[in-house]
């Protein structure tokens, strides 16, 4: 069965982790948009404040407060949707949390809570837009925001990292049962390099310091405007920014080399010189409706994702992407041989 992605301004669209980061710069793209909105998450009166903003402005909009890793509260959200507009074409599962620390060190509870809300809020809201989205007619669009990390790990977010992997290997293999069903649902990834979000400042932090994310930064906006292209067109997968894509292509061209390099390197850049400051959002909502972090929101435009979104470039900026994962390659080779500890 075909689906019909309609315009924005037609839609009702469902975003959890939308007090935050790049769930509240979606939001505000696709209120600016037309769009009807239902928005989750876990801060109550972060949530109103968002779900007044976008009222003030003559948006559309439900708001639920609900934990996407309690499967019971997910269906509230469903419920929420189809009481205020008859139900929604397009559902992002945004919604994400994180540790730094060592794996070894972790406290197993934190590991379980970071999976519940990473992979089983993934999980959830899947087959919960699934089902809604298979009996509306023209179906509609499950969009799941993963990571570069998705491709690839790096130390200190270890369990982010394989939470990612996890939500990747769930998304295909839906994708995959969907299209063998011939449900009318279009599946799509969107993998961000480092955003300049708060996620860092809201992480659970096992390390001395304050941690950072690791650079290149982009602006949230350029998810959100690759979220709302995946809502309107079919789009497997969409890499945000280029220097995440190079990270990418030069972990799979050359894997002993780059474990080496991002294991010598990433653990200085992931941690600043600040001290750390109290509070994290792992176990419950810790919001205070920011977009960016507090050193900005990082680089504005990526060539490669604008690119990335035109599919008769795309071919072309594939090889320009892997030759410029094999530059960044044959450095790190360069390093490894001025840094031999890295052998």
């Avoid at 996407?68 to 949707?81: H, K, N, S, T």
């Avoid at 969009?143 to 570069?148: A, D, F, L, P, Q």
């Avoid at 995440?244 to 292509?249: A, E, Q």
């Avoid at 504005?300 to 604008?306: E, I, L």
């Amino acid at each position: 069965m075909r689906v019909h992605q309609k315009p924005l301004e037609q839609q009702t669209i469902v975003i959890t982790g939308a007090t935050s980061g790049i769930g509240l710069a979606t939001v505000r793209a696709a209120a600016e948009a037309g769009a009807a909105l239902v928005l989750a998450a876990r801060t109550a009166e972060t949530l109103e404040l968002v779900g007044d903003e976008i009222r003030a402005k003559g948006g559309r909009v439900a708001t639920v407060v609900a934990d996407v890793g309690d499967e019971a509260q997910v269906q509230l959200i469903v419920d929420q949707a189809i009481e205020s507009f008859g139900g929604f074409d397009t559902w992002i599962n945004d919604a994400g949390v994180g540790i730094y620390g060592d794996i070894m060190e972790l406290p197993s509870d934190e590991h379980q809570r970071l999976f519940q809300t990473n992979y089983w809020g993934v999980v959830y809201g899947s087959t919960a837009a699934v089902r809604h989205l298979e009996g509306r007619e023209g179906g509609g669009t499950l969009i799941n925001v993963g990571s570069i990390n998705s491709d690839f790990a790096i130390p200190l977010l270890g369990a982010y990292s394989a939470s990612k992997h996890a939500v990747k290997g769930f998304t295909d293999a839906l994708r995959i049962e969907l299209r063998h069903a011939r449900k009318p649902v279009q599946i799509t990834l969107i993998k961000p390099s480092g955003i300049g979000t708060p996620f860092s400042e809201n992480a659970r932090n096992h390390t001395e310091n304050e941690p950072q994310v690791a650079p290149p930064v982009y602006a949230p906006e350029l998810v959100a405007e690759a979220i709302l292209h995946a809502a309107t067109h079919k789009v497997r997968s969409i890499t945000v920014g280029g220097g995440g894509r190079m990270m990418v292509g030069s972990a799979q061209l050359m894997p002993p080399v780059m474990e080496r390099v991002f294991g010598f390197l990433m653990p200085r850049v992931q941690q600043s010189d600040d001290p750390k400051t109290p509070g994290d959002n792992l176990f419950h909502g810790h919001s205070d409706g920011r977009v960016y972090r507090r050193k900005g929101p990082g680089r504005s435009f990526s060539t490669y994702t604008t690119a990335a979104r035109h599919p008769v470039v795309s071919a072309s900026l594939l090889g320009l992407t892997m030759a410029g994962a094999a530059t960044l390659v044959v450095c790190a080779l360069g390093h490894q041989r001025r840094h031999p500890s890295l052998r």
